[in-house]
């Protein structure tokens, strides 16, 4: 275990290091951030934040979910798990216990870059969510981080799966429209042997927010984890590269993720699947819509370190703008050679023989626009449950009508 | 008259593709368009339904006396006039049931109508599919025939109903076209084989050669003629001349 004092020293002198990726901000604006705690209860929130909560799909009367973590600000304000098995911590509590501590800065580490660094010593709160052994969770789990009127977020979640064990679990990120702010997100992930996870993050943010997740996750023999990645209006800057590291024999990992940029938004966002363990199986695909000045850069990659691994890559591009810029960056590496490893990147505006065949149909141009936009945002896998497939819906349609 | 074609002429680009087409559909008619690859078949059915890249430079196109060269692709197909195309773009993310769900909308097409002709048409297996996306050549022909009749048009046009298709397909498709008909519309079919003619024999045969009409005649007999002597026999053909 990696002791508290040790942990803050590599921070501070991490916290001038570039991130590999994205573009670089100038973090002494946030360093007089002192995190408070909120006085509201979850029983009185505000109308606004509710709706705005809602809007990113987490559910307030909490119908039809298994358990709920909510987060104002800096502060976890409700846990509750309504399934045997399910436990959701805040953070601060969670790490009263060792096998929690233990994970901590286990997957990720904090002198990876500047934020991960900043992330670490302001880190107050997040979510601990562990799937006991075995556990079936049938409802999704939901957990929303809001930040309402402070300039940083900076929770740290941990995800523990453990063996035979399945949840799903929905996370929205957002934040009040005239807010200026920073949202540094921690998530490690922990997939025990035959346990199954599926994670959909939908953030909502406003066009002054910087936004920096730092995500990992380890998975373990026959464990699944499916992870869904949804941006849903522009931000300032986003950046995000998060690695799954496909441990056990039999593992798999797919990695869906849809970003829209507009303005003048820069998006570096990408995910890494290592398949180390034999027979793994990995698949990335992502989607992104450029518009007005907006950058996207669009990564991904699959390492193939052990035999009868596969991987699939896909990068999807859609410039609604002439000046609005979309880069693909699509990187396979295989270190041995039984693999099998594919990708194919697209990247285009909305077709015009798409626009016609639908207008020749009745549509106005305007009316297919947005049929094909919201159709090449549409994510779909087989097998994903009713209400995520609902949920994803709706985002869609809301995608479209941000745009 | 329905539809009144004349002295159309047509570029793509700098090329003439239609060079002083005349053609005239009544009510209720059903004509069929042939000629060898590339004399502008398809380029017409473009040019009536309104594809951007189809310049018009001289010439008229009236529909019930309006004239369709004043109004944009979905203003055509909103009065009236609809296309069954050969070729198809694949539309990823839309399902077919969503397209004809909201094409039926559109044009008031009652629920249990468009059920029916989805098990007419048979293509219920692939409602839950992106539209295109890997359709068959057979799959996409009754498709685009069951957005005509969804659309309900007073003319269709259909661009090769029967090339790369079966006989299975080829008879799904005839019998389609005689249901547009039966319900009204008029049909200009284009066909290069002349397939479909065995199942809707009673029509007329338009032969294009080079961007131009060069006779007309019963589709049975104007058939015939092409299949013993070529289209190079159109040359010398005494059939009237358009």
């Given at each position: 275990m990696q002791k508290k004092e040790e942990l803050i020293e590599r921070a501070k002198k991490a916290l001038n290091k570039l991130s590999l990726y994205g573009p670089d901000i100038d973090l002494s604006q946030f360093r007089s951030f002192k995190a408070l705690e909120e006085k509201i209860g979850f029983e009185n929130l505000d109308e606004k934040i509710i709706k705005k909560a809602e809007e990113v799909g987490f559910s307030y009367d909490q119908s039809s979910r298994s358990g709920s973590y909510f987060q104002l600000n800096n502060s976890s304000i409700y846990t509750k798990s309504r399934t045997k098995g399910l436990e959701i911590y805040s953070l601060e509590d969670a790490l009263k216990m060792e096998e929690v501590k233990e994970k901590l800065w286990s997957l990720l580490?904090?002198?990876?870059?500047k934020f991960t660094a900043f992330a670490s010593l302001v880190e107050k709160a997040g979510y601990v969510i562990i799937v006991r052994k075995g556990t079936k969770v049938d409802y999704p789990v939901q957990s929303c981080l809001f930040m309402n009127n402070v300039e940083v977020q900076a929770p740290h979640n941990i995800i523990i799966a453990e063996e035979d064990s399945s949840v799903n679990i929905i996370t929205g990120c957002t934040i009040m429209p005239e807010v200026v702010g920073l949202h540094i997100g921690i998530s490690e992930f922990f997939i025990g042997r035959n346990a199954r996870v599926t994670f959909t993050m939908v953030h909502s943010w406003n066009k002054e927010t910087h936004v920096r997740p730092r995500t990992a996750a380890i998975v373990e023999e026959g464990g699944e984890f499916i992870n869904y990645y949804i941006n849903v209006r522009s931000v300032l800057t986003l950046q995000t590269f998060p690695r799954i590291y496909l441990?056990?024999?039999?593992a798999r990992a797919f990695s869906y993720s849809t970003v829209v940029a507009s303005k003048n938004s820069i998006v570096d966002i990408g995910t890494e699947v290592v398949l180390?363990?034999?027979n793994s199986r990995g698949e990335i695909v992502s989607k992104s819509i450029s518009k007005d000045n907006a950058k996207i850069v669009t990564r991904g990659k699959l390492i193939a370190n052990s035999k009868y691994t596969k991987g699939h890559l896909e990068c999807n591009g859609l410039i609604l703008s002439p000046s609005s810029k979309i880069y693909a960056v699509p990187e396979l590496e295989s270190n041995i050679d039984s693999t099998e490893l594919t990708h194919e990147a697209a990247i285009g505006k909305i077709g015009e023989d798409e626009v016609n065949y639908l207008m020749s149909k009745g549509f106005s141009k305007e009316e297919a626009t947005s049929i094909l936009i919201k159709g090449f945002v549409s994510t779909r896998t087989k097998g994903l449950p009713d209400y995520l497939q609902k949920m994803l819906k709706n985002i869609d349609e809301m995608i479209v009508k941000v745009l | 008259m329905l539809l009144e074609i004349k002295n159309l002429f047509v570029n793509v680009g700098e090329r003439e593709?239609?060079?002083?087409i005349n053609l005239f559909l009544e009510e209720g008619e059903l004509s069929f368009l042939t000629g060898p690859n590339g004399s502008g078949k398809s380029s017409l059915l473009n040019t009536i339904i309104g594809i951007?890249?189809?310049?018009?430079?001289n010439g008229s196109i009236l529909f019930n006396k309006r004239?369709?060269?004043?109004?944009s692709l979905t203003e055509r197909a909103k009065i009236g006039v609809g296309i069954a195309f050969q070729y198809l773009p694949k539309i990823k993310g839309l399902l077919l049931k969503d397209l004809l769900t909201l094409i039926s909308q559109k044009y008031g097409t009652p629920k249990e109508t468009l059920e029916y002709y989805i098990d007419f048409l048979r293509v219920r297996e692939l409602?839950?599919?992106?539209?295109?996306?890997?359709?068959s050549g057979g799959e996409m022909k009754r498709v685009e025939l069951l957005t005509l009749l969804v659309q309900r048009p007073k003319l269709a046009l259909i661009d090769?109903?029967?090339?790369?298709?079966?006989v299975e397909n080829v008879k799904i498709v005839s019998y389609a076209i005689k249901e547009l008909l039966s319900e009204g519309s008029s049909a200009l079919v284009v066909t290069?084989?002349?397939?479909?003619i065995k199942y809707i024999p009673d029509a007329r045969a338009y032969v294009m050669l080079n961007g131009k009409i060069m006779c007309y005649g019963n589709a049975v007999d104007v058939f015939k003629d092409i299949s013993t002597?070529?289209?190079?026999g159109c040359v010398q053909c005494k059939r009237k001349k358009n």
């Open positions: 580490s904090v002198d990876s870059d441990e056990g024999k039999n180390n363990g034999e | 593709i239609l060079s002083g951007p890249k189809y310049e018009v430079k004239d369709l060269l004043r109004l409602l839950e599919r992106d539209v295109n996306v890997n359709f090769e109903p029967d090339s790369g298709v079966d290069h084989t002349g397939n479909v002597l070529g289209f190079d």
